[in-house]
Each structure stands twice: as structure tokens, then as C-alpha cells.
């Protein structure tokens, strides 16, 4: 298992989950400091995400548990979006 790639996809994951949720409101013309934040925030993280992972020759990667704790999280947030769109 490639320990890089996991973490960075999860962030990545976590980010467009985070722009995802804003996206509505803005769309909606409901225009909003937080939703702004939210949504450039979350096109932050996958670039920020996405850019570590394609150029850094050894990717910043932490420990075990804190890996785990990003990959669930990506996880439960992905099913959250996910079941708020039902």
C-alpha cells in the first residue's frame, strides 16, 4: 500500500467534499463569507494535495494513527455528502 498516495487522496477527498457543500449556496445566489471560505478552502486542499504528491520525490506522510484517522475521515465525510444529496 502506498502510504503517500493514500493520505493525499484522502485530503483530496476531505477538500472536494468541503467545496462540494458550498457549491449549492453559491449557486444558488446565496452568497455567503463562510460559503466562499468553504469553497476555497476545499479547491485549496485537493490542489495543495494533488501538487505534494505529483512533485515531492518522499511526500510528507504521518505516523499510523494519523493516517488512519485522515482515511476514515475522508471516508465518513464522503458518505455524509453523499447521503445529504438524497
Known amino acids: 500500500m502506498n502510504r503517500a498516495l493514500l493520505y493525499h487522496a484522502s485530503i483530496a477527498v476531505c477538500g472536494f467534499v ?3 457543500v458550498s457549491v449549492p449556496s453559491l449557486v444558488a445566489d446565496e452568497v455567503s ?5 468553504m469553497a476555497v478552502g476545499g479547491v485549496g486542499m ?4 494533488l501538487y505534494e504528491q505529483l512533485t515531492a520525490e518522499n511526500p510528507a506522510v504521518p505516523e ?3 493516517l ?13 455528502w453523499a447521503m445529504s444529496l438524497l
Not at 33 to 37: A, F, P, Q
Not at 46 to 49: E, I, N, P, Q, T
Request: hydrophobic letters at 70%.
Open 46 to 49: 485537493v490542489l495543495a494535495s
Open 64 to 66: 499510523t494513527p494519523g
Open 33 to 37: 463569507v463562510s460559503g466562499v471560505l
Open 18 to 20: 468541503l467545496a462540494a
Open 68 to 80: 488512519v484517522l485522515v482515511t476514515v475521515s475522508a471516508a465518513v465525510a464522503l458518505v455524509a
